[in-house]
């Protein structure tokens, strides 16, 4: 996967396009990643125990990887993510400013 658990990332698309936040957990097997702070939806909780009250929680939903793009941490921007081997190692790699992300 090209996004990683703790990246900074922007959104391009969406009802919070524009916005940036850290990646909070990435799904590879739909091909979707919660963000801290984007895509906010309402759980309502039922109450658990006898006198409890119920609650509404606003949590993070998640969003498809198209959806978003990899801030670079050299040159701060929204790019691409591209692969390439150093010292027998795949690494990331910025496509706009060329540097290494990992």
């Excluded at 524009?18 to 895509?39: F, Q, S």
């Excluded at 959806?67 to 040159?75: D, I, P, Q, R, T």
């Amino acid at each position: 996967m090209k996004i990683k658990k703790g990246d900074k990332i922007k959104v391009l698309a969406g009802k919070d396009r524009g916005k940036t936040g850290k990646v909070l957990e990435v799904r590879p097997e739909n091909e979707r990643v919660v963000i801290e702070g984007v895509n906010l939806v309402w759980k309502h909780m039922r109450p658990r125990r006898g006198g409890e009250k119920g609650q509404k929680i606003q949590k993070p939903a998640s969003l498809h990887l198209s959806s978003v793009a990899l801030v670079c941490n050299k040159c701060g921007q929204a790019t691409r993510v591209g692969f390439k081997v150093v010292e027998n190692k795949k690494t990331r790699l910025c496509q706009k400013c060329k540097e290494v992300i990992d």
